[in-house]
């Protein structure tokens, strides 16, 4: 390499920001797409994070409460009918559903069983679709970020090409910046996949565990209330 062409290539700036400021627009469009994406997957991650640790705070508190030997009448009355927790939400319903089996004589009506065990299903489907919002997102800035920063690099790859014909110089002072723009693009794109790949796997882990509480405590409620149905 000549004096001249390394002075020349010493000059040029490949910081991020210089990097981005030279691509061209649809590679900057990529890059914006991907670092917007990017943050929008932290904030979903560290929002997930703190309603699974609340989650299972309150599973914790109400699994003492539940099981202190606290009649279930007691119990519900004194959360009520609406309220904040799952366990609780999941526990109500099934108190609800059994008051309202019980007629004004004290008898029983038929089915009671079936709709206690759906309405604590019910109830169940709805924390669950809670606790997985957003995980479907960073599902997907996992598996299309690659490919959209992909994208990125292979526009700024042919870019980089056609000022090289226009320039009539394959000097590698020409040559390495446009390059260098178009795999940051790529480079943006990991950045953006990987943490979303690898905490979607944990948070998908996480809200499997919590929901498997909640039906673990259904099925065991249901089966007290069964009891409950066999002696009246």
């Known amino acids: 390499m000549d004096t001249q062409t390394l002075a020349t290539a010493q000059e040029i700036d490949f910081s991020m920001l210089a990097l981005f400021a030279r691509a061209t627009l649809t590679v900057k469009i990529v890059m914006i797409m991907l670092i917007v994406a990017s943050f929008w997957s932290w904030a979903i991650i560290i929002q997930r994070h703190i309603i699974f640790r609340k989650a299972r705070a ?12 606290e009649p279930l009448d007691e119990l519900f009355e004194n959360i009520g009918p609406n309220p904040e927790g799952a366990s609780e939400k999941i526990f109500a319903a099934g108190m609800l559903e059994w008051r309202r089996s019980h007629r004004q004589d004290g008898a029983l009506i038929a089915g009671a069983q079936s709709r206690i065990d759906r309405s604590m299903d019910v109830a169940i489907s709805k924390e669950s679709e809670y606790l997985n919002a957003g995980l479907s997102f960073l599902a997907t800035v996992g598996s299309t970020a690659p490919f959209i920063g992909l994208f990125g690099t292979v526009w700024g790859i042919k870019h980089s090409f056609e000022q090289i014909a226009i320039s009539q110089n394959t000097n590698l002072a020409v040559v390495a910046p446009g390059i260098a723009e178009a795999l940051m693009a790529t480079a943006v794109g990991l950045v953006a996949a990987i943490p979303a790949v690898v905490f979607y796997n944990k948070l998908n882990a996480d809200s499997e565990r919590i929901i498997s509480g909640y039906e673990a405590f259904a099925d065991e409620f249901a089966t007290i209330l069964s009891r409950q149905l066999d002696a009246d």
Do not use: C, L, T, V
Not at 58 to 69: L, T
């Open 58 to 69: 309150e599973a914790a508190i109400f699994d003492r409460s539940f099981w202190s030997g």
